[in-house]
């Protein structure tokens, strides 16, 4: 899986996740990954090595500081 932030649509930057059945296949296309942007600016994706678990920065829009956000799913197939 690939995981990145980007402000595709415009707006405040979001993140998104592509996925491929196997390593030498080519990416799908990205899907925003639910519950973030939405009035936050949200950044620097870290994806754990078993894909599981997903840690990024959020800063609210009108805020000064970033926060760690952290989401887990049980499986790889499994929505965020």
């Not at 973030?36 to 990024?56: E, V």
């Amino acid at each position: 899986a690939l995981v990145f932030a980007s402000q595709r649509e415009g707006g405040t930057p979001r993140l998104y996740h592509a996925r491929r059945d196997a390593l030498d296949a080519a990416f799908g296309s990205p899907e925003p990954i639910a519950g973030t942007g939405g009035g936050a600016n949200d950044s620097q994706p870290w994806l754990s090595s078993d894909g599981l678990h997903l840690l990024y920065l959020s800063n609210p829009v009108g805020k000064s500081a970033s926060r760690v956000m952290s989401v887990r799913r049980e499986r790889r197939d499994a929505a965020w």
